[in-house]
């Protein structure tokens, strides 16, 4: 069946270091990929989704680029900032095969940045 | 703005007792979600609907009954409460339609302990 796997669950960064935080998928068919993220005591929100036309998406200097050939969606920044400190979460909709609307979550990265 | 509201924000209950959690979105969305959140688990689906009257299972079903009575409205039920089931519970809204394709929009969480 489909499934996320973001293979960190915790990342430590300063701040002003480049972040990457690792998104791999299977999916059945060719699905829509999103990052949602999570500061705390707030609810999950839409960062970035993938875009049909492979344009890469970007928010807040956030960018994620979808590789089919490797079945990845990693988020990334040039600069990491002390306000990027939260969860993360990849997430990918199987583009309603099937009549489901279902995201499938991975289980979340949590990014912490320190001066 | 897309809206979705959860009441009440936090719960404390007795192991057996009987909690309802309400979610109303005022998307016009026809599918929503009950997940819960628990440290080292991220967002677990629970139930969900993609009309009203309808509903599907969830990943973790378990413990837990839900109703969607209008296409505002979906309520999550623990009939007896465990204190297993503490956690903080979001409800979601999402539409397979239009430039928000299958994006979910979170309420703000209701945080439930059974004591």
């Known amino acids: 069946g489909d499934s996320v796997t973001q293979t960190e669950g915790l990342v430590t960064l300063t701040e002003g270091l480049p972040v990457m935080l690792n998104c791999t998928y299977q999916?059945?068919?060719?699905?829509?990929l999103f990052w949602y993220v999570q500061h705390l005591n707030e609810a999950p929100k839409l960062l970035l989704k993938?875009?049909?036309?492979?344009k890469r998406p970007e928010h807040q200097g956030f960018h994620a680029t979808l590789h089919k050939s490797s079945s990845s969606f990693h988020l990334q920044k040039s600069s990491a900032q002390l306000s990027d400190s939260a969860l993360y979460y990849c997430?990918?909709?199987?583009?309603?095969?099937?009549?489901?609307?279902?995201?499938?979550f991975g289980e979340g990265t949590k990014l912490t940045v320190s001066s | 703005e897309a809206a979705v509201t959860q009441s009440p924000r936090n719960k404390v209950t007795v192991t057996g007792g009987n909690v309802t959690l309400s979610c109303r979105q005022t998307?016009?969305?026809?599918?929503m979600y009950w997940y819960r959140q628990d440290t080292g688990h991220g967002l677990r689906l629970i139930h969900y609907?993609?009309?009203?009257?309808?509903?599907q299972i969830g990943d973790v079903p378990d413990g837990y009954k839900a109703t969607r009575t209008t296409q505002e409205d979906f309520f999550l039920l623990l009939e007896l409460a465990s204190p297993s089931q503490t956690s903080l519970y979001f409800c979601?809204?999402?539409?397979?339609?239009?430039?928000?394709?299958?994006?979910?929009?979170f309420g703000p969480g209701t945080r439930l302990t059974v004591l």
């Open positions: 979601a809204s999402s539409d397979l339609r239009g430039a928000n394709y299958a994006e979910q929009f």
């Open positions: 999916s059945t068919y060719s699905p829509f």
């Open positions: 993938s875009f049909t036309d492979n």
């Open positions: 997430a990918l909709s199987d583009r309603g095969q099937g009549g489901s609307a279902k995201l499938i």
């Open positions: 998307n016009s969305h026809n599918y």
């Open positions: 609907s993609y009309g009203a009257g309808n509903l």
